[in-house]
């Protein structure tokens, strides 16, 4: 499998050639285009009913899409629901926490769980769960974002705003807390929650905040008539 992504930062859109019999797995709406000899089968998933369930918690769709090249290679378009970056990112052993709505795309031995994350991903207002990727083979992991993605290195400890959030290695602790010193400072200082990282690892984000951008936008419709 080979993936390409064009037309950077925004509006991306990720180019996968699939040799015969190759497959990758999507969230639905995501096929942008592809060629005649690829197959789509849509289903659940390895997890089955539950773990559709759990992935409509999660903000995604309860059906994935998979693609498989047949009788030759074939070619795959890709897109993220969002004006933004698309990056592909070679899996590790520990895994990626994923932002729920930042997901797209990964080859089907990825194993692609709802992770509970406790209030603290509630109250940052990224939903109750966050998506977990693992996998015990090589292999890739399509996210997308909101805006350019920027890739930042974690050494001790860092800040970052949640609704900035893409991923970052399964290998970082992390919590979501308050910007500022209380909750009166928090909310006056219009910065909302940040998640606290510490350890080793890697984190991406995005360089716009989708919820910041839909209140703006929101703020200057004309109000609907009933």
Known sequence: MQIDVGYRPAPAMARVQLA???SIMAETGAMVGMSTNVHI???MGKRGIMGGLKRVFGGE???QNTFTAQNGPGELLLAHSLCGDIVPLEMTQAGFLIQSSSYIASAPWV??????????TFFGGEGLFVLKATTTHPGQILVGAFGGIQELQCDGDLVIDTGH???WDATLDYSVGKSAEGWIATFLSGEGLVCHF???GRIWIQTRNPSEYGGLVGRMLPPRKR
């Open 198 to 200: 510490r350890g080793q």
């Open 165 to 167: 959030l893409v991923c």
């Open 61 to 63: 769709s309860f059906f």
């Open 20 to 22: 015969a019999g190759e």
């Open 111 to 120: 194993d692609i769980d709802t992770k509970v994350g406790g209030f603290k």
């Open 41 to 43: 089968q849509t289903g």
